[in-house]
């Protein structure tokens, strides 16, 4: 077996050298067109059938976007066009259905907290010829799409999905909602009959979700109560085999163990150093023990039939995975070894795990899907998200600076092609969240601004996600303060090291990133010389006073508000919106009418407070647009905007 995997990773390797071969970048050479960064990738997803058979992508097809599916010949057996709509998830269930999850924002009537929301549907679409469908379509006491996907189980040869739904209580003859909190259904995948398998928690103030076996039975429901923060895991008898407090609602189910007589659920612990915590209990009760002390994950991975666990994601700059099975662990470390230097992301699998897929991305690499055949030893191209010669990809890799307290900082930094790193002028690019990090991959806004010349730093400051929970819980309170000058600091180093010109800096960044860059000019001072804040928010004290709203006072969140941000005259000093007279450096805002997680008025009023204050500012609406930018025309719209704004402020050198 060792030699067999060994020629694997030896064949493997030369494919892709073949395929990503760097050709260099020719002088004087006219960068990639925006559009090639602003559209949807032209693949997004790519899902494996059971046998590992067929294969279903979303991905451009003669310029119109497609669900494509072909057989491991690739005769093409099925093409869907899905045009604009949203696709966030894709699933098989047996050999002759897709499931395409979608998302769709929608207005509201009177008497909800929100006025907008997003709601997911789930398209059931058969290959044999029968008409697809939507998962509760034409029940009339489910009318609020999916709420929450449990998973796919055969039975007696038909497939049958677990989908939480919004559910109309009845009185005299009449529906109405009287709690918003998801019922969990059975839905025969053939014919789209909905069954009833788990009642809904008692209170919309409460949560609750279920661990679906492999017979379609809930083996475990856990219930988390939002006033004290104490939570249960019962069995399928009603025996509570865990519980405990979580004040901040840190509590989930995991999955079933490496053997389905057990299961896992994850803690945060508010004492502890790890952010998560794993322990292992039996479903029929008995002592839960803590396993994987020393392992921080990333993420899991189930088996699709008995649904126990395969393995993990260990977390890191690159991506690292353990898997149970030395037969799994012997054919994903060939398969990595295959890609040196890149970053393996391990997508999806057949059942017999001789399939698999891949998406690689990182150095000359703008994210390569492949489907690796551990039996035939190949490694199959399916397509490139950004189709692109590998000497157009910017190099990118992780820098390491000191903060102000000398708090260790990481960051991705990704130069221009083709360019000395010396003295470039600068775009600070923030991630959101701000529970989150950037990774050293392919990122479509850092390799667009890449290309026009510009050094792009994405700092991981205190507050992300990735370095302990030490880490992040350094930037509870710190909005707009240390977690501000982190980012500066990251810019700081860079002019140390001679790679960026000090006076020639802009910052742009989305969501909470949005949020530095109005920062950045607003409670900063003569740092940047312009900012960009897609989705930002302004007013922090108004931003959680609408979470607050929306979600009923929920207790839970009112509790991790008030311990990651702050409260009262708090938000108020770190509000760009209160310090616009302030502003230092032209601002550009661009936000989706749409948007449900920062609302656009958080963009309005900084407008609106900038020209008060006689202040440079632009503001873009993107009309029918989310938080995500999930639309082509709105990701480059937004793309346009902000690169001929930074182009404007702070020129790029000349291409040499």
Same mark, same amino acid.
């Given at each position: 077996?060792?030699?067999?995997?060994?020629?694997?990773?030896?064949?493997?390797?030369?494919?892709?050298?073949?395929?990503?071969?760097?050709?260099?970048?020719?002088?004087?050479?006219?960068?990639?067109?925006?559009?090639?960064?602003?559209?949807?990738?032209?693949?997004?997803?790519?899902?494996?059938?059971?046998?590992?058979?067929?294969?279903?992508?979303?991905?451009?097809?003669?310029?119109?976007?497609?669900?494509?599916?072909?057989?491991r010949?690739?005769?093409?057996?099925?093409?869907?066009?899905?045009?604009?709509?949203?696709?966030?998830?894709?699933?098989?269930?047996?050999?002759?259905?897709?499931?395409?999850?979608?998302?769709?924002?929608?207005?509201?009537?009177?008497?909800?907290?929100?006025?907008?929301?997003?709601?997911?549907?789930?398209?059931v679409?058969?290959?044999?010829?029968?008409?697809?469908?939507?998962?509760?379509?034409?029940?009339?006491?489910?009318?609020?799409?999916?709420?929450?996907?449990?998973?796919?189980?055969?039975?007696?040869?038909?497939?049958?999905?677990?989908?939480?739904?919004?559910?109309?209580?009845?009185?005299?003859?009449?529906?109405?909602?009287?709690?918003?909190?998801?019922?969990?259904?059975?839905?025969?995948l053939?014919?789209?009959?909905?069954?009833?398998?788990?009642?809904?928690?008692?209170?919309?103030?409460?949560?609750?979700?279920?661990?679906?076996?492999?017979?379609?039975?809930?083996?475990?429901?856990?219930?988390?109560?939002?006033s004290?923060?104490d939570?249960?895991?019962?069995?399928?008898?009603?025996?509570?085999?865990?519980?405990?407090?979580?004040?901040?609602?840190?509590?989930?189910?995991?999955?079933?163990?490496?053997?389905?007589?057990?299961?896992?659920?994850?803690?945060?612990?508010e004492?502890?150093?790890?952010?998560?915590?794993?322990?292992?209990?039996?479903?029929?009760?008995?002592?839960?023990?803590?396993?994987?002390?020393?392992?921080?994950?990333?993420?899991?991975?189930?088996d699709?039939?008995?649904?126990?666990?395969?393995?993990?994601?260990?977390?890191?700059?690159?991506?690292?995975?353990?898997?149970?099975?030395?037969?799994h662990?012997?054919?994903?470390?060939?398969?990595?070894?295959?890609?040196?230097?890149?970053?393996?992301?391990?997508?999806?699998?057949?059942?017999?795990?001789?399939?698999?897929?891949?998406?690689?991305?990182?150095?000359?690499?703008?994210?390569?899907?492949?489907?690796?055949?551990?039996?035939?030893?190949?490694?199959?191209?399916?397509?490139?998200?950004?189709?692109?010669?590998?000497?157009?990809?910017?190099?990118?890799?992780?820098?390491?600076?000191?903060?102000?307290?000398?708090?260790?900082i990481?960051?991705?930094?990704?130069?221009?092609?083709?360019?000395?790193?010396?003295?470039?002028?600068?775009?600070?690019?923030?991630?959101?969240?701000?529970?989150?990090?950037?990774?050293?991959?392919f990122d479509?806004?850092?390799?667009?601004?890449?290309?026009?010349?510009?050094?792009?730093?994405?700092?991981?400051?205190?507050?992300?996600?990735?370095?302990?929970v030490?880490?992040?819980?350094?930037?509870?309170?710190?909005?707009?303060?240390?977690?501000?000058?982190?980012?500066?600091?990251?810019?700081?180093?860079?002019?140390?090291?001679?790679?960026?010109?000090?006076?020639?800096?802009?910052?742009?960044?989305?969501?909470?990133?949005?949020?530095?860059?109005?920062?950045?000019?607003?409670?900063?001072?003569?740092?940047? *010389?312009? +900012?960009?804040?897609? /989705?930002? %928010?302004?007013? #922090?004290? =108004?931003?959680?006073?609408? &979470?607050? $709203?929306?979600?009923?006072?929920?207790?839970?969140?009112?509790?991790?508000?008030?311990?990651?941000?702050?409260?009262?005259?708090?938000?108020?000093?770190?509000?760009?919106?209160?310090?616009?007279?302030?502003?230092?450096?032209p601002?550009?805002?661009?936000?989706?009418?749409?948007?449900?997680?920062?609302?656009?008025?958080?963009?309005?009023?900084?407008?609106?407070?900038?020209?008060?204050?006689?202040?440079?500012?632009?503001?873009?609406?993107?009309?029918?647009?989310?938080?995500?930018?999930?639309?082509?025309?709105? *990701?480059? +719209?937004?793309?346009? /905007?902000? %690169?001929?704004? #930074?182009? =404007?402020?702070?020129?790029? &050198?000349? $291409?040499?």
């Amino acid at each position: 077996m060792v030699g067999i995997y060994a020629k694997l990773g030896r064949l493997l390797l030369a494919v892709v050298a073949m395929a990503g071969a760097d050709r260099g970048w020719a002088a004087g050479a006219a960068p990639p067109p925006l559009s090639l960064y602003g559209k949807l990738p032209g693949f997004e997803r790519a899902a494996i059938s059971p046998s590992g058979d067929r294969i279903a992508m979303v991905a451009l097809h003669d310029n119109e976007r497609r669900l494509i599916v072909v057989d491991r010949n690739n005769k093409l057996l099925s093409i869907q066009n899905v045009g604009n709509i949203k696709v966030r998830g894709l699933y098989w269930a047996g050999e002759d259905r897709v499931l395409l999850r979608r998302s769709e924002t929608q207005s509201l009537g009177i008497g909800f907290t929100a006025d907008k929301a997003e709601f997911s549907a789930m398209i059931v679409i058969p290959l044999n010829g029968e008409k697809l469908f939507s998962v509760f379509q034409g029940n009339n006491r489910i009318p609020g799409g999916i709420r929450g996907f449990h998973g796919v189980v055969e039975r007696e040869g038909r497939y049958y999905g677990y989908f939480g739904g919004i559910t109309l209580d009845e009185s005299r003859g009449a529906a109405y909602l009287g709690n918003t909190s998801p019922v969990l259904y059975e839905v025969d995948l053939q014919n789209g009959r909905a069954s009833r398998l788990a009642n809904r928690v008692d209170s919309e103030q409460n949560w609750r979700t279920w661990l679906v076996g492999s017979d379609g039975t809930v083996s475990a429901t856990l219930d988390f109560r939002s006033s004290g923060g104490d939570w249960f895991i019962r069995n399928a008898e009603g025996k509570r085999i865990a519980a405990g407090t979580n004040p901040l609602g840190g509590i989930d189910l995991v999955g079933f163990g490496e053997t389905p007589d057990s299961l896992i659920y994850s803690v945060e612990d508010e004492t502890n150093d790890r952010s998560q915590r794993w322990f292992e209990v039996p479903l029929a009760g008995g002592e839960a023990r803590e396993i994987l002390t020393d392992t921080a994950m990333a993420g899991t991975f189930f088996d699709n039939r008995s649904r126990a666990l395969l393995g993990y994601e260990i977390e890191g700059d690159t991506p690292s995975y353990r898997f149970t099975d030395p037969r799994h662990q012997k054919a994903v470390d060939a398969t990595l070894k295959a890609f040196p230097g890149r970053s393996v992301h391990l997508v999806d699998w057949n059942d017999a795990f001789d399939r698999l897929l891949v998406m690689t991305e990182g150095q000359g690499d703008p994210e390569s899907w492949w489907v690796v055949d551990i039996k035939t030893k190949r490694a199959d191209p399916l397509g490139t998200a950004y189709p692109m010669g590998s000497e157009a990809v910017g190099p990118m890799r992780m820098v390491r600076y000191k903060a102000g307290d000398g708090l260790d900082i990481s960051a991705v930094l990704t130069l221009p092609p083709g360019r000395p790193a010396r003295n470039l002028p600068v775009v600070v690019l923030p991630h959101g969240g701000p529970s989150s990090r950037d990774y050293p991959g392919f990122d479509w806004w850092a390799q667009a601004f890449a290309s026009r010349g510009y050094a792009v730093l994405q700092p991981n400051f205190r507050g992300s996600t990735g370095y302990g929970v030490a880490f992040q819980r350094a930037g509870n309170g710190e909005w707009g303060r240390r977690m501000q000058t982190d980012i500066s600091d990251g810019l700081a180093y860079l002019v140390k090291e001679g790679i960026a010109d000090p006076k020639r800096a802009c910052i742009m960044g989305a969501s909470y990133g949005g949020y530095a860059a109005l920062a950045g000019v607003t409670l900063q001072k003569g740092i940047y *010389r312009c +900012a960009v804040s897609v /989705a930002g %928010v302004s007013d #922090v004290q =108004k931003m959680t006073s609408t &979470d607050l $709203a929306e979600s009923g006072r929920n207790p839970t969140l009112r509790r991790a508000l008030k311990a990651e941000i702050g409260f009262g005259s708090d938000l108020r000093a770190v509000s760009p919106v209160n310090f616009a007279a302030e502003a230092d450096a032209p601002v550009l805002l661009i936000h989706g009418k749409d948007d449900v997680v920062v609302l656009y008025d958080q963009s309005v009023a900084m407008a609106n407070a900038l020209r008060r204050a006689g202040k440079p500012v632009e503001l873009v609406t993107l009309a029918g647009e989310d938080h995500w930018l999930s639309r082509s025309a709105s *990701r480059l +719209a937004m793309l346009e /905007a902000s %690169v001929a704004f #930074v182009e =404007k402020h702070n020129p790029p &050198d000349p $291409a040499p």
